[in-house]
Protein backbone atom coordinates (compact mmCIF):
# COMPACT_ATOMS: atom_id res chain seq x y z
CA UNK A 1 0.00 0.00 0.00
CA UNK A 2 1.60 3.59 -0.93
CA UNK A 3 2.01 6.56 1.27
CA UNK A 4 -0.17 9.14 1.83
CA UNK A 5 2.69 11.22 0.48
CA UNK A 6 3.24 9.12 -2.27
CA UNK A 7 -1.08 9.06 -3.16
CA UNK A 8 -0.82 13.29 -3.20
CA UNK A 9 1.71 13.54 -5.12
CA UNK A 10 0.52 11.49 -7.83
CA UNK A 11 -2.82 13.21 -7.27
CA UNK A 12 -1.62 16.49 -7.54
CA UNK A 13 0.57 15.39 -10.78
CA UNK A 14 -2.44 14.30 -12.84
CA UNK A 15 -4.65 17.22 -11.25
CA UNK A 16 -2.12 20.07 -12.31
CA UNK A 17 -1.65 18.38 -15.95
CA UNK A 18 -5.53 17.88 -16.38
CA UNK A 19 -6.21 21.73 -15.04
CA UNK A 20 -3.97 22.52 -17.26
CA UNK A 21 -4.69 21.01 -20.10
CA UNK A 22 -8.50 21.70 -19.36
CA UNK A 23 -7.82 25.51 -18.85
CA UNK A 24 -5.79 25.73 -21.82
CA UNK A 25 -8.08 24.69 -23.83
CA UNK A 26 -10.86 27.24 -22.08
CA UNK A 27 -8.93 30.19 -22.64
CA UNK A 28 -7.82 29.57 -25.92
CA UNK A 29 -11.46 29.34 -27.05
CA UNK A 30 -12.89 31.44 -25.29
CA UNK A 31 -10.39 34.35 -26.19
CA UNK A 32 -10.71 33.50 -29.65
CA UNK A 33 -14.26 33.38 -29.80
CA UNK A 34 -14.50 36.68 -27.82
CA UNK A 35 -12.39 38.33 -30.20
CA UNK A 36 -13.98 37.35 -33.08
CA UNK A 37 -17.45 38.33 -31.67
CA UNK A 38 -16.63 41.47 -30.25
CA UNK A 39 -15.19 42.53 -33.65
CA UNK A 40 -17.94 41.16 -35.41
CA UNK A 41 -20.09 43.60 -33.66
CA UNK A 42 -18.31 46.49 -34.12
CA UNK A 43 -17.83 45.69 -37.78
CA UNK A 44 -21.99 45.41 -37.38
CA UNK A 45 -21.89 48.63 -35.93
CA UNK A 46 -19.99 50.07 -38.65
CA UNK A 47 -21.65 49.33 -41.40
CA UNK A 48 -24.91 51.10 -39.95
CA UNK A 49 -22.79 54.12 -39.46
CA UNK A 50 -21.92 53.92 -42.77
CA UNK A 51 -25.20 53.46 -44.09
CA UNK A 52 -26.80 56.56 -42.32
CA UNK A 53 -24.09 58.80 -43.89
CA UNK A 54 -24.65 57.85 -47.71
CA UNK A 55 -27.14 59.58 -49.71
CA UNK A 56 -27.61 60.28 -53.57
CA UNK A 57 -24.98 62.90 -53.08
CA UNK A 58 -22.32 61.37 -51.33
CA UNK A 59 -18.50 60.80 -52.65
CA UNK A 60 -18.13 57.57 -52.09
CA UNK A 61 -14.37 57.58 -52.39
CA UNK A 62 -14.07 60.33 -49.72
CA UNK A 63 -16.10 58.19 -47.88
CA UNK A 64 -14.19 55.04 -47.64
CA UNK A 65 -10.66 57.09 -47.03
CA UNK A 66 -12.54 58.89 -44.04
CA UNK A 67 -13.69 55.67 -42.58
CA UNK A 68 -9.93 53.95 -43.52
CA UNK A 69 -9.03 56.89 -41.71
CA UNK A 70 -10.66 57.50 -38.53
CA UNK A 71 -12.04 53.80 -37.83
CA UNK A 72 -9.14 52.03 -39.18
CA UNK A 73 -11.24 50.14 -41.09
CA UNK A 74 -11.51 48.53 -44.81
CA UNK A 75 -14.70 49.93 -46.69
CA UNK A 76 -16.05 48.45 -49.93
CA UNK A 77 -19.36 49.50 -51.64
CA UNK A 78 -20.71 48.06 -54.09
CA UNK A 79 -23.78 47.82 -56.81
CA UNK A 80 -26.14 45.17 -57.32
CA UNK A 81 -24.07 43.62 -59.93
CA UNK A 82 -21.32 43.25 -57.96
CA UNK A 83 -19.22 46.25 -59.18
CA UNK A 84 -16.86 48.09 -56.97
CA UNK A 85 -18.47 51.51 -56.88
CA UNK A 86 -15.65 52.52 -53.76
CA UNK A 87 -12.73 50.60 -51.76
CA UNK A 88 -10.95 52.20 -49.30
CA UNK A 89 -7.57 50.08 -49.41
CA UNK A 90 -7.16 49.34 -53.05
CA UNK A 91 -7.92 50.44 -57.00
CA UNK A 92 -11.01 50.23 -57.12
CA UNK A 93 -10.57 49.37 -61.37
CA UNK A 94 -8.39 46.16 -60.71
CA UNK A 95 -10.41 44.63 -58.45
CA UNK A 96 -12.97 41.95 -59.18
CA UNK A 97 -16.66 41.65 -59.43
CA UNK A 98 -17.73 41.23 -55.88
CA UNK A 99 -21.38 39.67 -56.20
CA UNK A 100 -20.74 36.00 -55.65
CA UNK A 101 -18.07 36.84 -52.38
CA UNK A 102 -19.47 34.50 -49.71
CA UNK A 103 -20.60 37.68 -47.35
CA UNK A 104 -22.79 39.25 -50.32
CA UNK A 105 -24.57 36.13 -50.96
CA UNK A 106 -25.24 35.35 -47.16
CA UNK A 107 -25.98 39.00 -47.01
CA UNK A 108 -28.71 38.52 -49.67
CA UNK A 109 -30.38 35.82 -47.21
CA UNK A 110 -30.17 37.23 -44.32
CA UNK A 111 -29.28 40.81 -42.20
CA UNK A 112 -25.46 40.50 -42.52
CA UNK A 113 -22.96 38.50 -44.23
CA UNK A 114 -20.05 37.25 -42.55
CA UNK A 115 -17.19 35.74 -43.30
CA UNK A 116 -13.74 35.41 -42.36
CA UNK A 117 -11.19 34.72 -45.21
CA UNK A 118 -7.13 35.87 -46.86
CA UNK A 119 -7.62 38.55 -49.13
CA UNK A 120 -5.84 38.06 -52.28
CA UNK A 121 -5.91 41.95 -52.64
CA UNK A 122 -4.38 43.11 -49.51
CA UNK A 123 -2.23 39.45 -48.62
CA UNK A 124 -4.04 39.53 -45.12
CA UNK A 125 -6.50 37.36 -42.86
CA UNK A 126 -9.71 39.69 -42.56
CA UNK A 127 -13.09 39.39 -40.80
CA UNK A 128 -15.72 40.58 -43.02
CA UNK A 129 -19.08 42.04 -42.27
CA UNK A 130 -21.71 42.90 -45.19
CA UNK A 131 -25.27 44.58 -45.17
CA UNK A 132 -27.59 44.87 -48.07
CA UNK A 133 -29.06 48.52 -47.67
CA UNK A 134 -31.88 50.35 -50.49
CA UNK A 135 -30.73 53.94 -50.31
CA UNK A 136 -32.72 56.52 -52.55
CA UNK A 137 -34.39 53.60 -54.73
CA UNK A 138 -30.24 52.26 -55.10
CA UNK A 139 -29.39 48.80 -54.02
CA UNK A 140 -25.72 48.68 -52.11
CA UNK A 141 -23.82 46.09 -50.28
CA UNK A 142 -21.54 48.12 -47.68
CA UNK A 143 -18.61 45.52 -46.54
CA UNK A 144 -16.57 46.54 -44.03
CA UNK A 145 -13.21 44.21 -42.56
CA UNK A 146 -10.58 43.90 -40.01
CA UNK A 147 -7.42 42.20 -40.29
CA UNK A 148 -6.96 39.05 -38.02
CA UNK A 149 -3.88 38.75 -36.05
CA UNK A 150 -1.96 38.53 -32.70
CA UNK A 151 -4.64 36.24 -31.18
CA UNK A 152 -2.57 32.85 -31.01
CA UNK A 153 0.11 35.05 -29.67
CA UNK A 154 -1.81 36.44 -26.64
CA UNK A 155 -3.09 33.08 -25.86
CA UNK A 156 0.41 31.69 -26.14
CA UNK A 157 1.58 34.20 -23.42
CA UNK A 158 -1.32 33.57 -21.14
CA UNK A 159 -1.30 29.86 -21.52
CA UNK A 160 2.45 30.18 -20.57
CA UNK A 161 1.67 32.72 -17.26
CA UNK A 162 -1.20 30.17 -16.40
CA UNK A 163 1.59 27.04 -16.41
CA UNK A 164 3.52 29.26 -14.68
CA UNK A 165 1.16 29.86 -11.61
CA UNK A 166 -0.53 26.21 -11.60
CA UNK A 167 2.97 25.15 -11.46
CA UNK A 168 4.09 27.25 -8.52
CA UNK A 169 0.75 26.44 -7.19
CA UNK A 170 1.26 22.67 -8.15
CA UNK A 171 4.96 22.90 -5.56
CA UNK A 172 3.75 25.02 -2.69
CA UNK A 173 0.22 22.48 -2.02
CA UNK A 174 2.60 19.84 -2.34
CA UNK A 175 5.04 20.90 0.20
CA UNK A 176 2.24 22.06 2.64
CA UNK A 177 0.41 18.92 2.27
CA UNK A 178 3.38 17.07 3.66
CA UNK A 179 3.68 19.28 6.46
CA UNK A 180 0.00 19.02 7.06
CA UNK A 181 -0.46 15.44 6.94
CA UNK A 182 0.34 14.40 10.62
CA UNK A 183 -2.14 16.48 11.82
CA UNK A 184 -4.84 15.86 9.12
CA UNK A 185 -4.50 12.14 10.55
CA UNK A 186 -4.73 13.18 14.05
CA UNK A 187 -7.81 15.38 13.75
CA UNK A 188 -9.41 13.02 11.51
CA UNK A 189 -9.16 10.20 13.78
CA UNK A 190 -10.48 12.76 16.44
CA UNK A 191 -13.79 13.22 14.25
CA UNK A 192 -14.08 9.52 13.39
CA UNK A 193 -14.30 8.59 17.37
CA UNK A 194 -16.59 11.40 17.64
CA UNK A 195 -18.95 10.09 15.17
CA UNK A 196 -18.71 7.02 16.86
CA UNK A 197 -20.12 8.17 19.89
CA UNK A 198 -23.01 9.79 18.21
CA UNK A 199 -23.90 5.71 17.58
CA UNK A 200 -24.75 5.50 20.83
CA UNK A 201 -26.77 8.50 21.06
CA UNK A 202 -24.55 10.68 23.41
CA UNK A 203 -26.17 13.33 22.42
CA UNK A 204 -23.89 15.66 25.50
CA UNK A 205 -20.45 14.62 23.46
CA UNK A 206 -18.70 17.94 22.54
CA UNK A 207 -15.81 18.35 19.87
CA UNK A 208 -13.30 21.21 19.51
CA UNK A 209 -10.83 21.40 16.47
CA UNK A 210 -8.43 24.78 16.04
CA UNK A 211 -6.47 23.56 13.10
CA UNK A 212 -7.87 25.50 10.79
CA UNK A 213 -11.22 26.82 10.07
CA UNK A 214 -13.17 24.03 7.96
CA UNK A 215 -11.87 21.75 10.90
CA UNK A 216 -13.25 24.24 13.20
CA UNK A 217 -16.44 24.60 11.39
CA UNK A 218 -17.33 20.59 10.74
CA UNK A 219 -16.60 19.83 14.46
CA UNK A 220 -19.22 22.43 15.11
CA UNK A 221 -21.72 21.33 12.76
CA UNK A 222 -21.10 18.25 14.32
CA UNK A 223 -21.32 19.22 17.91
CA UNK A 224 -25.00 20.73 16.68
CA UNK A 225 -25.83 17.43 15.76
CA UNK A 226 -27.19 16.25 19.54
CA UNK A 227 -28.41 19.29 19.75
CA UNK A 228 -30.35 19.19 16.39
CA UNK A 229 -31.59 15.46 17.47
CA UNK A 230 -33.04 16.86 20.90
CA UNK A 231 -34.66 19.63 19.25
CA UNK A 232 -36.55 17.62 16.71
CA UNK A 233 -39.58 16.55 18.50
CA UNK A 234 -40.37 20.31 19.31
CA UNK A 235 -39.74 21.69 15.54
CA UNK A 236 -41.97 18.78 14.72
CA UNK A 237 -44.43 20.21 17.10
CA UNK A 238 -44.07 23.83 15.94
CA UNK A 239 -44.72 23.06 12.34
CA UNK A 240 -47.56 20.80 13.13
CA UNK A 241 -49.40 23.73 14.79
CA UNK A 242 -48.15 25.89 11.72
CA UNK A 243 -49.93 23.92 9.21
CA UNK A 244 -52.53 23.55 11.77
CA UNK A 245 -52.86 27.88 11.58
CA UNK A 246 -52.66 27.57 7.73
CA UNK A 247 -55.15 25.65 7.96
CA UNK A 248 -57.70 27.93 9.80
CA UNK A 249 -56.28 30.91 8.01
CA UNK A 250 -57.55 29.17 4.59
CA UNK A 251 -60.35 28.09 6.13
CA UNK A 252 -61.30 31.28 7.12
CA UNK A 253 -60.74 32.39 3.61
CA UNK A 254 -62.76 30.13 1.79
CA UNK A 255 -65.79 31.02 4.39
CA UNK A 256 -65.23 34.52 3.88
CA UNK A 257 -65.29 33.72 -0.12
CA UNK A 258 -68.21 31.63 0.28
CA UNK A 259 -70.14 33.66 2.21
CA UNK A 260 -69.94 36.96 0.05
CA UNK A 261 -70.95 34.99 -3.47
CA UNK A 262 -73.77 32.77 -1.44
CA UNK A 263 -76.07 35.60 -0.45
CA UNK A 264 -76.30 37.08 -4.17
CA UNK A 265 -76.12 33.31 -5.49
CA UNK A 266 -79.10 32.93 -3.24
CA UNK A 267 -81.59 36.29 -4.25
CA UNK A 268 -80.93 35.55 -7.95
CA UNK A 269 -81.79 31.37 -7.21
CA UNK A 270 -84.95 32.63 -5.94
CA UNK A 271 -86.27 35.30 -7.30
CA UNK A 272 -85.53 33.55 -11.07
CA UNK A 273 -86.93 30.64 -9.54
CA UNK A 274 -90.27 32.82 -8.88
CA UNK A 275 -90.50 34.18 -12.32
CA UNK A 276 -90.29 31.22 -13.68
CA UNK A 277 -93.09 29.19 -11.42
CA UNK A 278 -95.47 31.96 -11.92
CA UNK A 279 -95.39 33.27 -15.71
CA UNK A 280 -98.50 35.29 -14.79
CA UNK A 281 -97.19 37.40 -12.34
CA UNK A 282 -97.88 41.13 -11.79
CA UNK A 283 -95.73 43.35 -14.02
CA UNK A 284 -94.42 45.55 -11.32
CA UNK A 285 -93.60 42.94 -9.19
CA UNK A 286 -91.49 41.24 -12.28
CA UNK A 287 -89.61 44.57 -12.75
CA UNK A 288 -89.00 44.71 -9.05
CA UNK A 289 -87.63 40.81 -9.06
CA UNK A 290 -85.49 41.70 -12.15
CA UNK A 291 -84.22 44.92 -10.54
CA UNK A 292 -82.57 42.52 -7.55
CA UNK A 293 -81.67 40.00 -10.26
CA UNK A 294 -79.66 42.47 -11.92
CA UNK A 295 -78.48 44.32 -9.04
CA UNK A 296 -76.79 41.25 -7.15
CA UNK A 297 -75.67 39.94 -10.64
CA UNK A 298 -73.54 43.16 -10.82
CA UNK A 299 -72.63 42.53 -7.24
CA UNK A 300 -71.33 39.22 -8.33
CA UNK A 301 -69.24 40.16 -11.13
CA UNK A 302 -67.80 43.23 -8.92
CA UNK A 303 -66.85 40.57 -6.02
CA UNK A 304 -64.83 38.44 -8.98
CA UNK A 305 -63.50 42.08 -10.22
CA UNK A 306 -62.11 42.38 -6.74
CA UNK A 307 -60.61 39.34 -6.33
CA UNK A 308 -58.53 39.42 -10.31
CA UNK A 309 -57.51 43.03 -8.70
CA UNK A 310 -56.11 41.80 -5.88
CA UNK A 311 -54.45 38.61 -7.62
CA UNK A 312 -53.28 40.70 -9.97
CA UNK A 313 -51.91 43.65 -7.53
CA UNK A 314 -50.56 40.37 -5.48
CA UNK A 315 -48.98 39.05 -8.64
CA UNK A 316 -46.82 42.67 -9.67
CA UNK A 317 -49.14 42.25 -12.84
CA UNK A 318 -51.88 45.48 -12.64
CA UNK A 319 -50.31 47.88 -14.98
CA UNK A 320 -50.83 52.22 -14.59
CA UNK A 321 -52.57 54.09 -17.14
CA UNK A 322 -51.78 57.47 -15.61
CA UNK A 323 -52.31 61.15 -16.87
CA UNK A 324 -53.32 64.12 -14.77
CA UNK A 325 -56.69 64.36 -12.70
CA UNK A 326 -57.95 66.79 -10.67
CA UNK A 327 -57.81 65.55 -7.33
CA UNK A 328 -61.02 66.97 -5.66
CA UNK A 329 -63.11 66.44 -8.71
CA UNK A 330 -62.24 62.35 -8.81
CA UNK A 331 -63.37 62.77 -4.99
CA UNK A 332 -66.41 64.89 -5.50
CA UNK A 333 -67.66 62.31 -7.90
CA UNK A 334 -66.44 59.13 -5.74
CA UNK A 335 -68.90 60.86 -2.84
CA UNK A 336 -71.49 61.37 -4.87
CA UNK A 337 -71.50 58.11 -6.50
CA UNK A 338 -71.25 56.75 -2.61
CA UNK A 339 -74.22 58.81 -1.72
CA UNK A 340 -76.71 56.97 -3.85
CA UNK A 341 -76.05 53.43 -1.67
CA UNK A 342 -75.26 55.61 1.92
CA UNK A 343 -78.63 58.27 2.00
CA UNK A 344 -78.03 58.71 5.18
CA UNK A 345 -74.42 59.49 5.50
CA UNK A 346 -72.15 62.64 5.00
CA UNK A 347 -68.98 63.32 2.98
CA UNK A 348 -67.32 66.38 3.65
CA UNK A 349 -64.76 67.56 1.26
CA UNK A 350 -62.29 70.24 2.37
CA UNK A 351 -59.01 71.23 0.63
CA UNK A 352 -57.01 72.23 -2.88
CA UNK A 353 -59.80 72.31 -5.63
CA UNK A 354 -57.25 72.85 -7.88
CA UNK A 355 -54.88 70.54 -7.22
CA UNK A 356 -53.57 67.74 -9.96
CA UNK A 357 -51.75 64.68 -9.72
CA UNK A 358 -50.26 62.09 -11.76
CA UNK A 359 -52.18 58.80 -10.85
CA UNK A 360 -54.34 56.20 -12.72
CA UNK A 361 -58.47 57.35 -12.10
CA UNK A 362 -59.83 54.13 -12.33
CA UNK A 363 -57.42 52.42 -9.51
CA UNK A 364 -57.39 55.73 -7.71
CA UNK A 365 -61.12 55.81 -7.95
CA UNK A 366 -61.20 52.71 -5.88
CA UNK A 367 -58.70 53.33 -3.17
CA UNK A 368 -61.12 56.51 -1.98
CA UNK A 369 -64.16 54.62 -3.10
CA UNK A 370 -62.45 51.42 -0.24
CA UNK A 371 -61.42 54.51 1.98
CA UNK A 372 -64.73 56.48 2.12
CA UNK A 373 -66.35 52.86 2.49
CA UNK A 374 -64.69 51.81 5.38
CA UNK A 375 -65.53 54.89 6.99
CA UNK A 376 -69.34 54.87 6.51
CA UNK A 377 -69.38 50.89 7.62
CA UNK A 378 -67.40 51.59 11.10
CA UNK A 379 -68.79 55.43 11.58
CA UNK A 380 -72.39 57.19 12.86
CA UNK A 381 -71.28 60.68 11.64
CA UNK A 382 -69.51 63.00 8.88
CA UNK A 383 -66.70 61.49 6.92
CA UNK A 384 -64.34 64.13 6.28
CA UNK A 385 -61.97 64.37 3.37
CA UNK A 386 -59.15 66.69 3.74
CA UNK A 387 -56.96 67.29 0.43
CA UNK A 388 -53.70 69.30 0.51
CA UNK A 389 -50.60 69.72 -1.74
CA UNK A 390 -48.91 66.67 -0.24
CA UNK A 391 -51.64 64.31 0.62
CA UNK A 392 -55.08 63.23 0.59
CA UNK A 393 -56.30 62.34 4.59
CA UNK A 394 -60.10 60.50 5.24
CA UNK A 395 -60.92 60.93 8.64
CA UNK A 396 -64.05 58.98 10.53
CA UNK A 397 -65.26 59.52 14.35
CA UNK A 398 -66.16 55.61 14.43
CA UNK A 399 -65.15 52.60 16.71
CA UNK A 400 -61.04 53.13 15.73
CA UNK A 401 -58.57 50.15 15.30
CA UNK A 402 -57.18 47.81 17.87
CA UNK A 403 -52.93 48.54 18.21
CA UNK A 404 -52.98 44.37 17.23
CA UNK A 405 -55.34 45.11 14.20
CA UNK A 406 -53.49 48.17 12.63
CA UNK A 407 -50.67 45.57 12.32
CA UNK A 408 -52.15 43.27 9.94
CA UNK A 409 -55.33 45.52 8.82
CA UNK A 410 -53.47 45.76 5.01
CA UNK A 411 -53.14 42.29 4.91
CA UNK A 412 -54.85 40.03 2.34
CA UNK A 413 -58.25 38.70 3.28
CA UNK A 414 -57.63 39.99 6.61
CA UNK A 415 -60.81 41.08 8.59
CA UNK A 416 -60.82 43.22 11.77
CA UNK A 417 -64.08 41.51 13.11
CA UNK A 418 -64.39 38.02 13.25
CA UNK A 419 -68.27 37.91 13.58
CA UNK A 420 -70.23 35.80 11.12
CA UNK A 421 -72.22 38.64 9.51
CA UNK A 422 -69.51 41.02 8.45
CA UNK A 423 -70.16 40.45 5.01
CA UNK A 424 -66.37 41.64 4.01
CA UNK A 425 -63.52 39.50 2.11
CA UNK A 426 -60.73 41.26 3.77
CA UNK A 427 -59.42 42.68 0.45
CA UNK A 428 -60.37 46.44 0.90
CA UNK A 429 -57.47 48.00 2.65
CA UNK A 430 -55.09 45.04 0.82
CA UNK A 431 -56.33 47.24 -2.29
CA UNK A 432 -55.67 50.48 -1.29
CA UNK A 433 -52.36 49.67 0.27
CA UNK A 434 -51.33 47.84 -2.98
CA UNK A 435 -52.61 50.48 -5.20
CA UNK A 436 -50.95 53.48 -3.44
CA UNK A 437 -47.34 51.80 -3.50
CA UNK A 438 -48.37 51.07 -7.26
CA UNK A 439 -48.35 55.11 -7.52
CA UNK A 440 -45.35 55.24 -5.30
CA UNK A 441 -47.24 56.86 -1.98
CA UNK A 442 -47.50 56.34 0.96
CA UNK A 443 -50.08 54.80 3.22
CA UNK A 444 -50.30 56.05 6.91
CA UNK A 445 -52.94 54.73 9.42
CA UNK A 446 -53.68 56.08 12.56
CA UNK A 447 -56.66 54.99 14.99
CA UNK A 448 -57.52 55.17 18.66
CA UNK A 449 -60.72 52.65 20.21
CA UNK A 450 -63.69 54.50 20.41
CA UNK A 451 -62.35 57.77 18.95
CA UNK A 452 -62.32 56.82 15.24
CA UNK A 453 -58.93 56.32 12.63
CA UNK A 454 -58.10 59.10 10.24
CA UNK A 455 -56.52 57.26 6.56
CA UNK A 456 -53.64 59.39 4.72
CA UNK A 457 -52.61 58.93 1.43
CA UNK A 458 -48.97 61.03 1.43
CA UNK A 459 -47.89 61.43 -2.06
Not at 4 to 14: H, W, Y
Not at 309 to 316: A, F, H, I, V
Amino acid sequence: MKKISQIVLEKFLALFLALFLIVSAIVYYWVYEFYLHSSKEALMQATELVSFTINKDTDLDALAKKVKKQLHLRLTIIDEEGNILAESDKDKDTMDNHKYRDEIVQANREKHGYTIRHSHTLDKDLQYVAKKYTIDGRVLYVRVAREIKGVRSEIINLGIKIAFVLLLFFLIVLYMSYRINIQIQHETKRIVDFLKSLTKKKKDTYIKSDFSQEFSHITNLLTKVSQILVKKEKQKTKYTQKLQKLNEQKDDIISAISHEFKNPIAVVNGYSQTLLDDENINPSIRKKFLTKIYTNGTKLSELIDTLRLSMKLDGGHQALNTRKVNLYNLVQETAQNLGLHYKNKKIIVNGDKTLAIEIDPTLFGIVITNLIENAFKYSEDEVIVNISQNSLEVIDTGIGISEKDLQSITNKFYRVHSNRWNNSLGLGLFLVNNIIQLHNFKLVIRSKLNEGSSFTIVF
